[in-house]
Structures are given as C-alpha cells and as structure tokens.
C-alpha cells in the first residue's frame, strides 16, 4: 500500500515524466490542500517557454492560488520531484506553504535544505521532509540524462562520419 506522500510523489513523478518526454529536466510538482485534494500540478517547462522562472514549483504554485483564489497557501503541501532551487524555495515561503516534501536532493542547484537553516522572516517554520519515492525520482532522472548522453554521442558519430566522407573525397 502507498502512504499518502508517496501517493502525491507519484503524482509529481507523472508530471516529470511528462517533461522528459518534451525533452525537459524531467521536474515535477503537486500542491496538496490540507484536505488531501490536489489543487495545483506543475512540471519543468524551461526550455518550452525559454525562461529559467518555468520551473515545476512555480507552475504548481500559481495553479494552486488561481484554483483557491488566494495566494496565501498556509496549510498546504507542496510535493516535488527533485529539492527545490532557491529561487522556488522563496516562492514557497513567500507562498506560505506549510510543508515541502521532496523526493531527491539536487547537489548544484538546491536549496541545500538539509544544512541550511530557513529564514524565519515570515514567523513561521517551513516542515521539509527529503527522500519520499526518491529511487523512482533518481531513476527518471538518471534516464533522462543518459538519453541525452546517448543522443550527444549519435551527433558526433553522425558528424565524424561526415568528416571522413570529406576526408575520403579529398583523397581522391
Ligand atoms: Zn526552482
């Protein structure tokens, strides 16, 4: 039986798939209301919309405040594939969310939420939790990224192919 975060992960998760199959950092988010009703989806739309602010976090949230119509999240959840960078932690602060669960911890970019104490300029603690689902999330990431590894080393072949054909002609 999957537990209630790890039901949400795996909401998040579909999301991310949905922006690796778009050829996206495969990064996905849930906003949860405190009634467990999921109020807002968002997943890595950078490239798409060519703008580094196309994040997951910032698509879940702003669905989540169109949805209740408020802003002010006190109370929710939100749930994400990867740790948040700092600019969505921000947001979610900013958002007052009541808790940040996240699957796999992002070495370069995250928040770095496990040896950085939050800000309280809001009076208000922030409850993270790091590691829900996080084999599956390592897993779609890794995929990701050796896909594209794969893709990368078809093009030089294609192209070192082409060279030779030049060099072969040349020879001739
Ligand atoms: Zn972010």
């Given at each position: 039986?999957?537990?209630?975060?790890?039901?949400y992960m795996h909401k998040a998760l579909e999301l991310a798939k949905r922006a690796s199959d778009?050829?996206?950092?495969?990064?996905?988010?849930?906003?949860?209301?405190?009634?467990?009703?999921?109020?807002?989806?968002?997943?890595?739309?950078?490239?798409?919309?060519?703008?580094?602010?196309?994040?997951?976090?910032?698509?879940?949230?702003?669905?989540?405040?169109?949805?209740?119509?408020?802003?002010?999240?006190?109370?929710?959840?939100?749930?994400?594939?990867?740790?948040?960078?700092?600019?969505?932690?921000?947001?979610?602060?900013?958002?007052?969310?009541?808790?940040?669960?996240?699957?796999?911890?992002?070495?370069?970019?995250?928040?770095?939420?496990d040896n950085m104490a939050i800000s309280s300029v809001y009076k208000k603690d922030v409850y993270?939790?790091?590691?829900?689902?996080?084999?599956?999330?390592?897993?779609?990431?890794?995929?990701?990224?050796?896909?594209?590894?794969?893709?990368?080393?078809?093009?030089?072949?294609?192209?070192?192919?082409?060279?030779?054909?030049?060099?072969?002609?040349?020879?001739?």
């Amino acid at each position: 039986m999957m537990n209630g975060n790890e039901y949400y992960m795996h909401k998040a998760l579909e999301l991310a798939k949905r922006a690796s199959d778009s050829d996206e950092v495969p990064v996905g988010a849930v906003v949860v209301n405190q009634e467990g009703t999921i109020i807002g989806n968002g997943h890595n739309q950078v490239e798409a919309k060519k703008v580094q602010t196309a994040h997951a976090e910032v698509a879940a949230i702003e669905q989540a405040a169109q949805t209740i119509g408020d802003w002010r999240l006190d109370g929710c959840s939100i749930y994400i594939t990867l740790e948040p960078c700092r600019m969505c932690m921000g947001l979610i602060q900013l958002s007052r969310l009541s808790r940040v669960i996240y699957a796999v911890k992002s070495p370069r970019f995250g928040y770095q939420l496990d040896n950085m104490a939050i800000s309280s300029v809001y009076k208000k603690d922030v409850y993270i939790e790091q590691g829900v689902c996080a084999g599956e999330a390592q897993h779609v990431l890794k995929q990701f990224f050796q896909q594209k590894r794969e893709k990368k080393d078809e093009c030089k072949k294609a192209r070192s192919g082409c060279d030779r054909e030049g060099i072969d002609r040349a020879a001739k």
